[in-house]
């Protein structure tokens, strides 16, 4: 018999992640990976190394639209991407996208954010 992951009984997080440009969502899709700001990077390797899952929920800055989403498959290291070709992004991780698809933030409006004084989720 196996032993049960020691992540098993653990909470589920996620993360709307906004992105200046539909290219850098399309190279995610295209390579399995992201990268963010090193602002970003603290939060989500916690959320990584202690939850069960991790979800990434994009957007691109100003679209209206959420262009997906994927679960986060690894923690953030050190190494950088040039695909990107920003200085303002931190290491890459990889990325399993789930769905690739554009939905408008007006079928997400009943859902709000508890942490963000029950704000709409977009």
Request: charged residues 15%; aromatic residues 12%; without cysteine.
């Amino acid at each position: 018999s196996q032993l049960p992951s020691p992540r098993q009984n653990m909470q589920v997080r996620y993360f709307i992640m906004k992105s200046n440009n539909l290219q850098n969502i399309a190279i995610s899709q295209q390579k399995g990976i992201w990268s963010t700001t090193p602002s970003n990077e603290r939060k989500l390797n916690e959320a990584f190394l202690e939850s069960s899952m991790v979800y990434l929920i994009f957007s691109v800055q100003g679209s209206g639209h959420f262009q997906g989403f994927a679960r986060m498959g690894s923690s953030i290291g050190s190494e950088k991407s040039q695909d990107w070709g920003s200085s303002g992004f931190g290491g890459v991780f990889k990325v399993e996208w789930i769905r690739k698809e554009s939905i408008p933030f007006q079928f997400a409006h009943h859902l709000l954010n508890p942490w963000n004084n029950n704000k709409k989720v977009q």
